[in-house]
C-alpha cells in the first residue's frame, strides 16, 4: 500500500513539473493571459470549460512566451473534430463564421499537436465596429470607433474620414475580424466598393476626406463607402408619392429586390429592407 502510494506521490510530482502553464486567449476574454487556464489531464493533455467560445483565439502562456495557433493557410476549425495547431509562423484559430460554442470544453493535445472543442454551437452575428487610422486603432467599443448598425447581415455606420487612411470591421475583443484578403486598390470615391474575408489578414486602404456611410453586405462579402449627401442630391428629381431606389453603392435600381436599399420618396431619404 506504501508503495502504491509513494508510486502515485512521484507520478504526480512528475507530471505537476512537466507541466505548462497554458492558458487560453481569446477575443472572448479580450486576450487575456491570466484569465482561463488550462488543467493538465492524467494522459497528460490540457483541458479547459467556458460559457462561451467565440472566434478568435489562440493557446498561449502568460507574458505571450509561447504560441499555439492555426497554420498559415487560415484553415477553420471544426466543433467535435481534432484540429492541427501549429507553434510556428501560426495564425488565430477561427470557428466558423458567427458561429459560437456554448458550454466549451477545449482539449490542448501538446504531443499531438492537436486541439479539440466540443460543446453546443449556434449561430449569432456579431456586434460590430469600424476602427483604423482615423481613430488611432481605439479599442472596438471605445475611444473614436465607430459603432455598426446590423440589419439582414448587413451592417452600416457614418465614418468621419480626413486622408489616406486604413481600418477594418472588427468585434468586441478585436475578434472577429474583416479584411482584405490580399491587397486591393485603395479605395476612393470613385473606387468605392471592394472584397473583404472573414479573419485577420490585411488592413483596408481608404483615401477620403469628410463623412461617409461604410457599408459591410455579409451577403456578398464586400465592404462600401459611399456618400449620404450624394445620394440625397440624385433623389431630388423625385416627387412626392413617387419612390425611387438606389442601392447601397449608390446605384439606382428599378425593380429592387431581397436586399437593404436607400429609398427617396421627395425629399425624404431611407434605409429599407425589401423582401
Not at 231 to 254: F, S
Request: some cysteine; proline content about 4%; aromatic content about 10%.
Amino acid at each position: 500500500m506504501k508503495k502504491t502510494l509513494l508510486s502515485l506521490a512521484l507520478a504526480a510530482m512528475t507530471l505537476s513539473a512537466s507541466a505548462t502553464d497554458w492558458v487560453l486567449a481569446g477575443g472572448f476574454n479580450n486576450w487575456s493571459t491570466s484569465a482561463t487556464p488550462f488543467t493538465q489531464n492524467e494522459d497528460g493533455t490540457y483541458s479547459v470549460t467556458i460559457d462561451q467560445l467565440t472566434t478568435e483565439f489562440k493557446v498561449t502562456v502568460a507574458g505571450w512566451g509561447q504560441e499555439w495557433g492555426a497554420p498559415a493557410d487560415n484553415t477553420i476549425l471544426t466543433v467535435g473534430e481534432p484540429f492541427t495547431v501549429v507553434s510556428e509562423d501560426d495564425k488565430n484559430i477561427q470557428l466558423m463564421p458567427f458561429t459560437v460554442v456554448n458550454n466549451a470544453t477545449i482539449t490542448f493535445n501538446e504531443e499531438e499537436a492537436t486541439l479539440l472543442v466540443t460543446g453546443e454551437e449556434a449561430v449569432e452575428m456579431p456586434a460590430l465596429w469600424i476602427t483604423g487610422g482615423f481613430c488611432d486603432w481605439a479599442t472596438p467599443g471605445e475611444g473614436g470607433s465607430v459603432a455598426m448598425t446590423l440589419e439582414d447581415k448587413v451592417y452600416t455606420a457614418t465614418v468621419t474620414f480626413s486622408g489616406a487612411t486604413e481600418f477594418k470591421p472588427v468585434g468586441s475583443g478585436w475578434s472577429p475580424q474583416f479584411s482584405w484578403g490580399e491587397e486591393y486598390e485603395t479605395m476612393t470615391p470613385e473606387n468605392n466598393t471592394t472584397p473583404v474575408v472573414y479573419g485577420e489578414v490585411n488592413n483596408i486602404k481608404a483615401d477620403f476626406t469628410g463623412t461617409y456611410l461604410v457599408t459591410l453586405d455579409l451577403n456578398t462579402y464586400t465592404i462600401s463607402i459611399t456618400d449620404p449627401s450624394a445620394i440625397r442630391t440624385i433623389g431630388d428629381d423625385a416627387v412626392e408619392g413617387e419612390a425611387i431606389y438606389y442601392n447601397l453603392q449608390g446605384v439606382r435600381v428599378a425593380n429592387p429586390q431581397n436586399g437593404l436599399y436607400i429609398k427617396v420618396n421627395g425629399h425624404k431619404t431611407e434605409k429599407v429592407l425589401v423582401k
